[in-house]
């Protein structure tokens, strides 16, 4: 059975960590501690039971308690086949970036890395271009005309 974990957002991967060592350790049925990086707070966690759910999250810090109820497979199913975003972005592109140090800047595209999903600009109203590689979702696409 999946039983979710409300866990420190941020926090996840750490506390996958801690629980992975207490597995070894005390040698519990939990099979899978599972981490998505688009369900934050959350760490889902395949025991044979709830009282071995609960147990295992005893004295761990940044976990905040567990699920009332198991987590049905279809309920997590999209996290599980994630697709990757679709890119529109082009070379030479003027985009403006949406979020992060750089946020309202505009740039020119310069490489995209379809498979990282990061992007390398250029800052336009700087006195030397630097580039700047950042994530796909961060960025906007301006009309050239603008720029």
């Known amino acids: 059975m999946l039983y979710a974990y409300r866990v420190t957002a941020g926090q996840e991967s750490i506390v996958a960590d801690l629980l992975s060592e207490k597995v070894k350790k005390t040698k519990s049925g939990v099979s899978a501690l599972i981490v998505f990086s688009k369900l934050k707070g959350y760490l889902l ?3 044979p039971d709830e009282v071995e759910a609960k147990k295992l999250i005893t004295n761990v810090p940044h ?3 567990i699920l009332n109820k198991p987590v049905e497979l ?4 999209e996290l599980l086949h994630s ?3 679709e890119i529109t972005l082009k070379k030479d592109d003027f985009i403006e970036i949406t ?12 490489r995209i890395d379809k ?3 990061e992007v ?3 800052l336009v109203e700087v006195a030397v ?4 590689t950042i994530k796909l979702d961060t960025v906007k696409i301006i009309a050239q005309e603008q720029v």
């Open 120 to 122: 390398t600009v250029e």
């Open 45 to 47: 966690v395949e025991a």
């Open 115 to 117: 498979e990282k999903e």
């Open 74 to 77: 279809t309920e997590i199913k």
């Open 129 to 132: 271009p630097i580039p700047v």
């Open 63 to 65: 976990v905040k308690g």
């Open 99 to 110: 979020s992060g140090p750089f946020k309202g800047e505009k740039a020119k595209v310069v």
């Open 83 to 85: 697709k990757p975003a």
